[in-house]
C-alpha cells in the first residue's frame, strides 16, 4: 500500500494533464473526461488512495485506459512471462549447479569458473541481453530480433536471463560445496574408501538440493517481477512490459493490478521458501541427532 500511495504522490505531483498527453490535441471533452476519471484527475490524493485500495480489497481492478480488462491482460502477459521465466529459470539451474559441481570434480578449473561467474554477476543484464541480440540475431541471423512470432522466441532471452541467475547459483553451490568437503562426514567416508562420485551424489547432493532449491525459488520470483528490462529489449509482451507501459501511460488501475499480482506470487513463492527452510532444518537436526 505505501507502493501504491507513493506512486499516487507522484502522479499528484507532476506538472500537465496525464490526460491530455494521452487523448492528444484534437480530442473531444467527452474522451477527455473518460481519460480525466480513469487517471484520477480532478480527485483529491486521499479519495483517488482510498478507491484505490477499495478496489484491491474487492479484487475488482477495472479496466486499463485502452478499456480492456486489467485482469485480462495481466493473464494474456503472464503467458509470457511464465515461459521465459520456466525456461532461464531451468537453464540457470543445470547451469549453476553442473559448474559448481564441476568444478570441485576439476579443482583446477575452479579459479576460472570463478572469474567468469564473478564477472557475469557484475555485467548488467540489459548489457548481456544486446550482446546476445547482437551475435545471434543481427551478426549471425538464427534468432529474430525480437516479438514473439518464431516458435524460440524465448530463448536469447531466457540464456540473458539464466546466465545472470545462473551465476548466483554457481556460488552458492560452491561454496555449500566447499562447506560441505570439510566436514568430518566426507574426511571418514573417503579414508573408508568411498569414491567422489559417490560421496557426491549420495552424501553431498542430498544435503544441498532443498537449500539449494529454496535459493532457486527466489531467483524464480525475480524474473517474473524483474525482467522489464530484457523484455523491453526483445519486445516480450509480459508481466515487465506491461508494468512500464502502465507507468508511460499512467494507468493506475493496470498498475495497480499488476503490484498486487506480483505480490501475490513473491507471498505464495516466500511460504513455499519457508515450509522447505523448516524441512532441511527438520533434516538437519536429525542429521545432528545420528
Do not use: C
Not at 184 to 207: E, H, L, M, W
Amino acid at each position: 500500500m505505501m507502493m501504491i500511495l507513493f506512486i499516487l504522490v507522484l502522479q499528484k505531483s507532476r506538472e500537465g494533464s496525464a490526460a491530455l498527453i494521452l487523448s492528444g490535441q484534437r480530442s473531444d471533452a467527452s474522451e477527455m473526461k473518460i481519460l480525466q476519471e480513469q487517471t484520477g484527475e480532478g480527485i483529491s490524493l486521499a479519495v483517488h488512495f482510498f478507491k484505490v485500495a477499495r478496489n484491491i480489497f474487492t479484487l475488482d481492478f477495472g479496466n486499463t485506459i485502452g478499456g480492456k480488462s486489467v485482469v485480462h491482460s495481466i493473464a494474456e502477459s503472464f503467458v509470457f512471462t511464465i515461459i521465459l521465466a520456466s525456461f532461464a529459470g531451468v537453464l540457470a539451474f543445470l547451469y549453476g549447479t553442473g559448474l559448481g559441481i564441476y568444478g570441485h570434480y576439476n579443482p583446477s578449473a575452479r579459479k576460472a569458473l570463478e572469474k567468469i561467474n564473478y564477472i557475469m554477476m557484475a555485467v548488467p543484464v540489459f548489457i548481456v541481453a544486446l550482446a546476445l541480440l547482437w551475435i545471434f540475431s543481427l551478426s549471425l541471423q538464427w534468432f529474430f530480433p525480437g516479438g514473439v512470432d518464431s516458435g524460440m522466441w524465448f530463448v536469447l532471452p531466457g540464456i540473458a536471463l539464466g546466465l545472470k541467475s545462473g551465476s548466483h547459483i554457481y556460488v552458492f553451490t560452491d561454496e555449500f560445496m566447499r562447506r560441505e568437503l570439510e566436514k568430518q562426514y566426507v574426511r571418514t567416508a573417503t579414508a573408508f574408501g568411498y569414491k567422489k562420485n559417490k560421496i557426491f551424489s549420495k552424501y553431498i547432493f542430498k544435503n544441498m538440493f532443498l537449500p539449494l532449491f529454496s535459493f532457486w525459488l527466489l531467483e524464480l520470483g525475480s524474473y517474473l517481477s524483474g525482467a522489464a528490462i530484457v523484455e523491453m529489449v526483445y519486445s516480450i509482451p509480459g508481466i515487465g512490459y506491461l508494468l512500464l507501459r502502465a507507468l508511460l501511460r499512467y494507468d493506475i488501475n493496470l498498475l495497480v493490478g499488476i503490484l498486487v499480482f506480483v505480490a501475490a506470487i513473491m507471498f505464495i513463492i516466500t511460504l513455499i521458501q519457508e515450509y522447505i527452510d523448516q524441512v532441511y532444518a527438520g533434516y538437519q537436526g536429525l542429521q545432528d541427532e545420528r
